[in-house]
């Protein structure tokens, strides 16, 4: 059996939207465009594990930060991933109720994946992978093996969805199936070719 594995943000999440973004900007009165750049400049370590939310949040707004500034940020961070793509989120609601075996891995910290785990949609996913728990992040090769062996299936047993080409590669690298993910139509029209 196949197991398909999604990507959060950008597949089963909406980007984040740039009201969003200014938002938790204007909420720590930052400047939107430079709070941008750091909020992303920093990000792959947050997501890795390597950098507290107090460290990521201090680094991203240049100044030490309080403890409400935190927790209402990443409470708007969260939010910020939580708009749901639903073509894709009701492919996924199919796969599920047809019984296929599906999992989640996500570049996101350990407090972002926190609150995704509490959304509906994604808590019907029973396995589901965060590079901040795990200390790994996409494209590298470890956080592909480390699912894979969680799952208890060779990785050529895996199909792996996700919008960046690069973590695409990744898994290819690792030896699973690549799925390039453009939009809900096409994946949809993509994935009978691939599973079995």
């Known amino acids: 059996m196949t197991w398909i594995v999604f990507d959060y943000g950008g597949v089963l999440s909406l980007p984040q939207p740039e009201a969003d973004a200014e938002a938790m900007a204007r909420a720590v009165a930052a400047d939107p465009e430079e709070f941008s750049r ?3 400049e920093h990000r792959l370590e947050f997501d890795r594990g390597s950098l507290t939310p107090h460290a990521y949040w201090a680094e991203v707004l240049g100044r030490p930060v309080t403890d409400s500034e935190v927790a209402r940020l990443v409470a708007m961070d969260v939010a910020s991933w939580a708009h ?3 073509g894709t989120v009701a492919l996924l609601g199919e796969l599920l109720a047809a019984g296929r075996d599906v999992a989640l891995l996500s570049n996101a910290s350990a ?4 609150g995704i785990d509490q959304l509906p949609w994604i808590s019907a996913i029973g396995h589901r992978f965060y590079s901040g728990h795990l200390g790994l992040v996409k494209p590298d090769r470890e956080i592909y093996d480390v699912t894979a062996k969680a799952l208890g299936a ?3 047993e895996i199909v ?3 919008d960046r080409p690069e973590n695409v590669e990744g898994a290819e690298r690792a030896g699973m199936t690549g799925v390039h993910f453009s939009g809900a139509a096409a994946l949809r029209a993509a994935l009978p070719a691939v599973i079995r």
């Not at 407090?111 to 926190?114: C, M, Q, S």
Request: no cysteine; charged share 40%; hydrophobic share 40%.
């Open 111 to 114: 407090a972002v994946g926190e």
């Open 160 to 162: 792996f969805i996700d």
């Open 38 to 40: 750091r909020y992303w």
């Open 154 to 156: 060779d990785p050529a």
């Open 84 to 86: 749901p793509d639903e």
